[in-house]
T-cell receptor, first 115, second 113 residues
Framework: DARVTQTPRHKVTEMGQEVTMRCQPI?????VFWYRQTMMQGLELLAY????????DSGMPKDRFSAEMPDATLATLKIQPSEPRDSAVYFC?????????????FGPGTRLTVL | AQSVTQLGSHVSVSEGALVLLRCNYS??????LFWYVQYPNQGLQLLLK??????LVKGINGFEAEFKKSETSFHLTKPSAHMSDAAEYFC???????????FGTGTKLQVIP
C-alpha cells in the first residue's frame, strides 16, 4: 500500500532555529505539494512541484521558507529562522502525472510547534 | 474571492440519520470538485471527485455528491451515518487548467449514538 511519508511527525523548536521537514512522495508520482494547516487559516498551499521543478510557490513566505526536491524521492520544506506564527501542521501530498484532476495523496503531516 | 464555501463549520447527526454537508463554489469556468475527509491527527483522504460526465458521483464509505451547475453546488451526502464517519470534511475546487486546489474551511461532522 503506497503512501506518502513525512518526517518528523512532531517537531518542537525555539524561535530562531532552523526547521527542515521531509517528504517522500509515492513512487512514480511526479507532482508534490506542500500545505500548511492552521485553525485560523485552514489549508493553504505553500508550494507545488512537477517533475521536481517548482511551478508555484506564491503561497510561501519567501524570506524564511524554502522548498526543494533534491531528487524524485525527496521533497524538503525549510524554515529559517522559525517564528511562533509558523506553528502549524505541514502536509505533503503527491499526485500522478500532472493531470489537472489527479488525486492528491496526503502524508500524515508534521506538527510544528515554535516556542 | 472565496472559490468554495462550506456552510456550517459543525454538523451533528444521529447514528443512522442522513448526512448532508453543503458546498458551493464560484467559478466562471467548468470546475473540478473534490471532497476530502480528515480523521484526527491524519492527512486528508479523497472521498470522491467530479471532473466531467455523470453529475452524481459515488465515493468511498458510502458517500456521494451531486454536481449541480445551476445551483453551483456540490453537496456531500450519505444515507445513514456511522460512528466512524465522525471527522472533518473538506470541499475543494480546481479552477482552470492548473492543479492548484483551493480548499474550503471544513465541516466537522459529529455522529451521536
Amino acid at each position: 500500500d503506497a503512501r506518502v511519508t513525512q518526517t518528523p511527525r512532531h517537531k518542537v523548536t525555539e524561535m530562531g532555529q532552523e526547521v527542515t521537514m521531509r517528504c517522500q512522495p509515492i513512487l512514480g508520482h511526479n507532482t508534490v505539494f506542500w500545505y500548511r494547516q492552521t485553525m485560523m487559516q485552514g489549508l493553504e498551499l505553500l508550494a507545488y512541484f512537477r517533475n521536481r521543478a517548482p511551478l508555484d510557490d506564491s503561497g510561501m513566505p519567501k524570506d524564511r521558507f524554502s522548498a526543494e526536491m533534491p531528487d524524485a524521492t525527496l521533497a524538503t520544506l525549510k524554515i529559517q529562522p522559525s517564528e511562533p506564527r509558523d506553528s502549524a501542521v505541514y502536509f505533503c501530498a503527491s499526485g500522478g502525472s500532472g493531470g489537472t484532476a489527479d488525486t492528491q495523496y496526503f502524508g500524515p503531516g508534521t506538527r510544528l510547534t515554535v516556542l | 474571492a472565496q472559490s468554495v464555501t462550506q456552510l456550517g463549520s459543525h454538523v451533528s447527526v444521529s447514528e443512522g440519520a442522513l448526512v448532508l454537508l453543503r458546498c458551493n463554489y464560484s467559478s466562471s469556468v467548468p470546475p473540478y470538485l473534490f471532497w476530502y475527509v480528515q480523521y484526527p491527527n491524519q492527512g486528508l483522504q479523497l472521498l470522491l471527485k467530479y471532473t466531467t460526465g455523470a453529475t452524481l458521483v459515488k465515493g468511498i464509505n458510502g458517500f456521494e455528491a451531486e454536481f449541480k451547475k445551476s445551483e453551483t453546488s456540490f453537496h456531500l451526502t450519505k444515507p445513514s451515518a456511522h460512528m466512524s464517519d465522525a471527522a472533518e470534511y473538506f470541499c475543494a475546487v480546481i479552477l482552470g487548467g492548473y492543479q492548484k486546489v483551493t480548499f474550503g474551511t471544513g465541516t466537522k461532522l459529529q455522529v451521536i449514538p
